[in-house]
């Protein structure tokens, strides 16, 4: 492959980063040959609405589609479903299907995401026993959820909690078991952890933290789980959701630099100049706490995709917004902007099951964190644009708009 604008571009993967790509390429101009091919049988469709609205059976799981027929005629995309990309040779600049096509390429993009992590405990593998990435997975969930219960869920993260609230909605009896000694504890800071662990009980969800599992026991399907502690819990429906691992085996193949996922560079470049990788699967500069990190958030992918598409054409990628992502969990809209763990004091609003905390770094606000104060969220991501050094105590009183003050003290008097 050599390094003249690309005539040919390959996107392998059918998810959210991939479909900004493809937007932001035709966007850009690019009027070259592009290709999206992605394993799954659908087109690609948007994970969030998987684990709240598809398990409630509010929104169909079809209707979480991101790229209909109009669209994909719209930008002239030759989309390939159903088939996997099982080699990529940087050399000849030529993409392997596992249908045996074989397709030129000047770039390529990797968003290939990732897989759930799967639980390595005996009984497993029972009928009964599922993770959550896909749609189809998301299908199966619900029958179980509405068969009705009872549900344990293994993992107190986002997706884990997000079950959890869903099938307790629905009426089953829940109990969420998590290994660390509090819920969420990768993402938020322990206050809020604490908080959201408190409205799950409070909704009748059964926490049981600091716990793993030694066995999943059944017959023709799951019965019960077994915690490290000798408990037994009854289970019709194990949800694991243990986190995901990058899908960066076609990488690794090629010969191209992997860390945990497939390590980037700020434009999504790896360490061949002629590939690129975004989204879950891409390992990429972390502005503020030096190194790399992996994001497996939807504003990242979409950021990430929109960059590499950039890139591929020679393009500065646009300016990243303020990192920003959300989880419903039932009654608990959690939102988080920025970067709370970088602020040295904290200012709160609210009380227990709706406020949002604050994070000040010398005067600046540099992260926040919502629970079901999403006016106060949009602000706060309007305070750390700006950057302006405000008077903590102004936080503090409730009658502040934020969103008027960031307005206000912008340099640019901007929105
Ligand atoms: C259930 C669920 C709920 C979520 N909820 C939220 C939320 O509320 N808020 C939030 O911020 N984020 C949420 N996320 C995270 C967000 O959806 C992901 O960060 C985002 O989807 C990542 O997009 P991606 O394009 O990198 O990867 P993916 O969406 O994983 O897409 C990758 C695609 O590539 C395909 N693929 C892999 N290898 C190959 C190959 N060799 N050849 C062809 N195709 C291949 C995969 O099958 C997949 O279709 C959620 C995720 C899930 C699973």
Redesign the pocket.
């Known amino acids: 492959m050599d390094l003249t604008p690309p005539s040919s571009i390959g996107l392998?993967?059918?998810?959210?980063?991939?479909?900004w790509a493809a937007q932001t390429l035709r966007a850009q101009g690019y009027d070259g040959r592009l290709l999206l091919?992605?394993?799954?049988p659908h087109a690609p469709y948007?994970?969030?609405p998987?684990?709240?609205e598809v398990l409630l059976g509010t929104r169909e799981s079809a209707r979480t589609e991101l790229l209909g027929p109009e669209l994909v005629a719209e930008l002239d995309l030759e989309l390939v479903l159903g088939?996997?990309?099982?080699d990529l040779d940087v050399d000849s600049g030529r993409l392997t299907l596992e249908s045996g096509i074989r397709v030129p390429v000047d770039r390529v993009l990797l968003?290939?995401?990732?897989r759930a992590r799967a639980l390595r405990v005996p009984g497993a593998d029972l009928p009964g026993v599922t993770v959550?990435?896909?749609r189809e997975d998301?299908e199966r969930l619900r029958t179980l959820l509405v068969a009705g219960g009872p549900v344990v869920v293994l993992g107190g993260g986002?997706?884990g909690l997000?079950v959890a609230a869903a099938a307790r909605a629905l009426g089953c009896e829940v109990t969420v078991v998590e290994a660390a000694d509090r819920l969420l504890a990768r993402a938020v800071p322990a206050t809020a952890g604490e908080q959201v662990a408190r409205a799950h009980r409070a909704s009748g969800i059964r926490v049981e933290l600091g716990l793993g599992v030694a066995t999943i026991a059944g017959d023709d399907r799951v019965r019960e789980v077994v915690l490290t502690d000798g408990r037994r819990i009854a289970a019709s429906c194990v949800v694991v959701g243990i986190g995901m691992t990058p899908?960066d085996e076609?990488a690794r193949a090629a010969g191209l630099e992997v860390g945990d996922g497939v390590l980037t560079d700020a434009g999504q470049t790896t360490s061949n100049p002629h590939v690129l990788a975004?989204?879950?699967?891409a390992c990429s500069p972390d502005p503020w706490h030096g190194g790399r990190v992996r994001v497996?958030?939807?504003?990242?992918?979409q950021v990430q995709?929109v960059a590499a598409a950039h890139t591929m054409l020679g393009l500065a990628p646009p300016a990243p917004p303020v990192a920003w992502?959300?989880?419903?969990q039932g009654e608990v809209r959690l939102q988080v902007a920025g970067v709370p763990a970088r602020g040295r004091d904290v200012v709160r609003r609210g009380g227990d099951g709706d406020s949002c905390t604050l994070h000040l770094d010398a005067g600046r606000v540099v992260g926040a964190v919502s629970l079901n104060r999403p006016r106060d969220l949009r602000g706060a991501m309007l305070l750390i644009e700006s950057g302006a050094v405000v008077d903590p105590a102004l936080f503090a009183d409730e009658s502040v708009d934020l969103r008027r003050t960031a307005r206000a003290t912008s340099p640019s008097g901007r929105r």
């Not at 392998?12 to 479909?19: D, S």
């Not at 091919?37 to 799954?40: F, N």
Request: without cysteine; proline residues 2%.
């Open positions: 392998v993967g059918g998810g959210l980063a991939a479909f091919v992605t394993d799954e948007d994970r969030p998987l684990s709240k088939d996997r990309v099982t968003a290939t995401g990732g959550l990435r896909t998301a986002f997706i997000e899908a076609l975004a989204g879950d699967v497996e958030q939807w504003q990242s992918a995709g992502f959300w989880s419903d």
